[in-house]
């Protein structure tokens, strides 16, 4: 069983949701678990999705109380952690779709990035390392693109 994260902002715009539903649709529908911060915006979205499809969705919550995530979540984990639970994020995940986002995404970005984790973008942030040729998130067009790739990119055990 496959984990994606997806990642983005609490507030999102109206064509970022409908793209964090599809994911997480098209995630759940190939067998995938969500992991998201569990929160409102992009991970609502596509914790919605994934719920659509009969799929399982994880949130790892900054907060002390499970009780207060989105209510597409399957199971909650209350961390307390604030912004740091996005370590545990990018560490459960076995790729990240970052789809738009503030800060926060970028932060869970270069956390699986340093982890080497494969991360897609869907509207999301531009990354060139230093000293690197090209961007370091790998772009995608198009919801189910972003799913492919991130099913494509994960080592096989």
Known sequence: ??????????KCTVDESKMAFQVG???????????CGGG????EAASQGARAAGG???GI???????LGNRYLNFAIATGLGEARNAIIARTADAVIAIGGEFGTLSEIALALKMKKPVIG???W??????????VIMEATSAKDAVDMAF???PKL
């Open 56 to 58: 399982t969705v994880l």
């Open 25 to 35: 649709n098209e995630i759940a529908r190939r067998g995938g678990v969500i992991i």
């Open 40 to 43: 409102s915006g992009v991970m």
């Open 61 to 67: 919550l900054p907060g002390p109380d499970h009780r």
């Open 122 to 124: 869907l509207n999301s």
């Open 1 to 10: 069983m496959l984990y994606i994260a997806v990642v983005g902002g609490s």
């Open 152 to 154: 494509s990119a994960i």
């Open 126 to 135: 531009f990354l060139k390392a230093p000293g690197s040729p090209g961007q």
